[in-house]
């Protein structure tokens, strides 16, 4: 396995990324944000968005639905409590610095976690996940959107090439799909129930995870 992230790097990573986050990757991921936000829709209820970075999905989701999001990036929640008050988000029940890998939650809290182009941005991956399969309900879903790194030619030797320097900017873009089956195949509690690329140049993906009975 190539080298981690580490915690303390990512967080500097995306204070930097804070002030010019939504104008750099605003457009690029709208199309990801709104099939995730559809994608949760589906089953509603109380659903945890984690890195919800500035917040830039908040506003779209429906008033019926409670959410909760949080994030490692103090900086990048300071812009998304000033989203909420500005857009005035009644249904945002609340925003919090949190690590994804510690989530500060009671099992089966949530009918849904949405992961917006987080899982290649965290130090364990597979830690990570674990935490969202116990934050949820049994029938409840995992939502992730994300590059997924191509498993061979061209553009996966691209990848490997350029990971040392996503690595200082706060991602891995060589990671790849084989990754989060193999998690779904060891952890016996969820199983993928959709996979299907996204714009922009199917490059990314949208993956749901259902679980079907008690984390592992």
Request: with cysteine; aromatic share 8%; net charge positive.
């Amino acid at each position: 396995m190539v080298d981690e992230l580490d915690k303390a790097g990512i967080a500097k990573a995306y204070a930097r990324w804070a002030p010019i986050y939504d104008l750099v990757f605003g457009a690029v991921f709208e199309r990801g944000r709104k099939a995730s936000i559809a994608a949760a829709e589906r089953i509603g209820g109380r659903i945890l968005e984690v890195g919800v970075g500035t917040g830039l999905s908040l506003p779209d989701y429906a008033l019926s639905n409670r959410l909760v999001g949080v994030d490692l990036s103090a900086p990048m929640l300071h812009k998304a409590k000033a989203r909420v008050a500005e857009r005035r988000l009644s249904n945002i029940d609340g925003l919090a610095v949190m690590d994804a890998q510690h989530l500060g939650f009671k099992d089966a809290a949530f009918d849904v976690v949405v992961a917006q182009y987080v899982i290649t941005a965290v130090p364990d991956p597979e830690r990570t996940l674990d935490e969202f399969a116990r934050v949820i309900k049994p029938g409840g879903e995992i939502i992730l959107v994300n590059h997924l790194g191509a498993e061979k030619g061209l553009r996966a030797a691209c990848e490997r090439w350029f990971a040392p320097l996503a690595r200082r900017l706060g991602w891995r873009p060589e990671f790849g799909w084989e990754r989060l089956a193999r998690w779904a195949a060891r952890h016996g509690g969820v199983h993928v129930v959709e996979r299907r690329p996204m714009p922009p140049l199917g490059h990314f993906s949208l993956i749901r995870f259902a679980r079907t009975g008690a984390a592992a």
